[in-house]
Nanobody, 124 residues
Framework: QVQLVESGGGLVQAGGSLKLSCATS????????MGWFRQAPGKEREFVAA????????AYADSVKGRFIISRDNAKKTVYLQMNSLKTEDTAVYYC?????????????????WGQGTQVTVSS
């Protein structure tokens, strides 16, 4: 069983930055691919970014490409999402997800474990 706990959300002005963290439990974190998803009010949960278990490959939604960076520290069992040049449309609850596979990609159902989410609000 893996538990995921997100942190780092908050209120920021457009153009600002935030860094989300997702701390995990479990001894085999290094073998899990990780992803970030987000859900805005009234919308479906959507893919944001993913990283391979080894950290060697990443993927991003077109809407965040060039602004967000996903990374991981296997020694700390933590995955990060650095969010720069934030826009009001980035406002959402951000969820961390893990899969017992080398790669999860952008498919929500590929992930086995989910955190409770952290709110990110970008004001104009």
């Amino acid at each position: 069983q893996v538990q995921l706990v997100e942190s780092g959300g908050g209120l920021v002005q457009a153009g600002g930055s935030l860094k989300l963290s997702c701390a995990t439990s479990g001894r085999t974190f290094g073998y899990y691919a990780m992803g970030w998803f987000r859900q805005a009010p009234g919308k479906e949960r959507e893919f944001v970014a993913a990283i391979r278990w080894s950290g060697g490959s990443t993927a991003y939604a077109d809407s965040v490409k060039g602004r967000f960076i996903i990374s991981r520290d296997n020694a700390k069992k933590t995955v990060y999402l650095q969010m720069n040049s934030l826009k009001t449309e980035d406002t959402a609850v951000y969820y961390c997800a893990a899969t017992e596979s080398p790669w999860g990609g952008l498919i929500r159902t590929a992930y086995d474990y989910w955190g409770q989410g952290t709110q990110v609000t970008v004001s104009s």
